[in-house]
């Protein structure tokens, strides 16, 4: 099956500074999903991104869906300690009931 | 909230056991999905079904099966469980805009 090239696999940050992460593919996609995975639970939806362009907040993430459809970046600013954890993209390449296709995940530490 | 419940967060079975995983959720979505995530490989997805009945294989098929008889409820089964299956299994629902919801995982050991 196809999946999504995110980067990087893993950051070892300072409290307080920002990180971004992206995802990239060969392929258009229809709709950008961003996910956070606790240690022992399931991930949790942070953003969803249905339009080419589009930029949304939540808090202090922010996400945008690449104008050429292929790819998607987060920003988390002034990072804190909770917010260590995996961080996943996922997207859909069709409308419809198609299925979601991951990225491998980006693994995020802070220090204090 | 939407809630996507797991029927166990661990569980420990030998090998050639039969084993069923449920997965519920309370806000009447069509889509159900079971995925298995190993470390290195990320979230790969075993089934899906998008109604009652109703059921699609996905990447990673071998050696799983599944049962969706209600429509809040989508059971996988390991027919005949084999060390390789040891894995973190995760349920996910969603509606059909496919914002996936996903429960808390199911940790299982095959030994």
């Known amino acids: 099956g196809q999946q999504l090239n995110q980067s990087p696999q893993s950051m070892f940050i300072q409290e307080g500074e920002d990180v971004s992460m992206n995802c990239t593919s060969s392929?258009?996609?229809?709709?950008w999903l961003w996910y956070k995975q606790d240690p022992g639970e399931g991930p949790v939806l942070l953003i969803a991104?249905?339009?080419?362009?589009e930029l949304t907040s939540n808090g202090r993430l922010t996400a945008q869906f690449g104008i050429t459809r292929k790819d998607s970046f987060l920003n988390i600013s002034a990072s804190i300690p909770s917010d260590v954890g995996i961080y996943f993209c996922?997207?859909?390449?069709?409308?419809?009931?198609?299925?979601?296709?991951f990225g491998k995940g980006t693994r995020l530490s802070v220090i204090a | 909230d939407v809630k996507v419940t797991q029927s166990s967060r661990y569980l420990v079975k030998r090998t050639g056991e039969k084993v069923f995983l449920e997965c519920v959720q309370d806000?009447?979505?069509?889509?159900m999905f079971w995925y298995r995530q190993d470390p290195g490989l990320g979230l790969r997805l075993i089934y899906f079904?998008?109604?009652?009945?109703?059921?699609e294989k996905g990447d990673i098929p071998e050696g799983y099966s599944v049962s969706r008889e209600k429509k809040e409820r989508f059971s996988l089964i390991l027919e005949s469980a084999s060390t390789n299956q040891t894995s973190m299994y995760l349920c996910?629902?969603?509606?059909?805009?496919?914002?996936?919801?996903f429960g808390p995982g199911t940790r299982l050991t095959v030994t």
């Open positions: 392929s258009i996609f229809n709709t």
């Open positions: 996910a629902s969603s509606p059909r805009s496919f914002s996936q919801y």
């Open positions: 079904s998008y109604d009652v009945k109703m059921k």
């Open positions: 806000m009447d979505h069509e889509n």
């Open positions: 991104l249905y339009k080419a362009g």
């Open positions: 996922a997207g859909q390449l069709r409308s419809g009931n198609t299925p979601l296709v």
